[in-house]
């Protein structure tokens, strides 16, 4: 039986649920055992999911691996165990192709900084005259875009910079936009 994307996000939620009722058990022994017994299986099929890569490299190439990166439970799967085929700066750089045209829309753009302790860092130039809500829309924007092709960041980092208009090269921290919008 094979689910659509919304059944699978409900599966999630529903193992989810049953991890934090395996958590809440009093009987340390039955946790212990639950934990043991998951991490067994986790580290099957990660073996398996790892074999399969393998194979599909070997037999299929790159457009099978590139289809495995674009189904979004397949691509949860291979970061899980650390399998993922496309690294994660190439997941980030895609993705902030994709927004780039709404950003540039709005008058702005994006820069990718690179990736430190687990944080995307970026450099937003211009947005809509500098008006803070348009700069606090584009960033979630592009911040949602950034964690949904790479789930395995942390986030996009507290030192995230936004460009002022005139291109002095003055950068003022994501946290006054921030600020400045939740006025």
């Known amino acids: 039986m ?17 991890l934090d009722r395996i958590d809440a058990l009093e009987d340390r022994e039955a946790r212990a ?5 998951l991490e067994g ?11 399969i890569v393998e194979s599909a490299a070997r ?19 291979l970061l899980l165990h650390g399998l993922h085929p496309v690294d994660v700066e190439s997941r980030v750089r895609e993705a902030l192709q994709e927004v780039r045209p709404h ?6 753009d994006v820069e990718f900084l690179g990736i430190e302790d687990g944080y ?14 348009s700069s606090a829309a584009l960033r979630s924007t592009i911040e949602q ?31 006054t936009f921030a600020a400045r919008s939740a006025a």
């Open 2 to 18: 094979r689910l659509e994307n919304g059944e699978v996000r409900q599966q999630v939620a529903r193992v989810d649920a049953l």
């Open 145 to 175: 875009a950034v964690l949904r092709a790479a789930p395995d960041l942390l986030g996009i980092g507290e030192d995230v910079e936004q460009e002022s208009p005139s291109g002095s090269g003055t950068f003022v921290p994501l946290a």
């Open 41 to 51: 299986l986790l580290a099957l099929y990660g073996e398996g999911l790892a074999r």
């Open 59 to 77: 037999l299929g190439g790159e457009p099978v691996l590139r289809a495995f990166a674009e189904d979004e439970l397949v691509s949860h799967l």
């Open 120 to 133: 995307a860092r970026l450099r937003l130039r211009g947005s809509c005259g500098g008006c803070p809500s």
């Open 33 to 37: 055992s639950a934990a043991e017994a």
């Open 103 to 108: 950003v540039e829309a709005h008058g702005g």
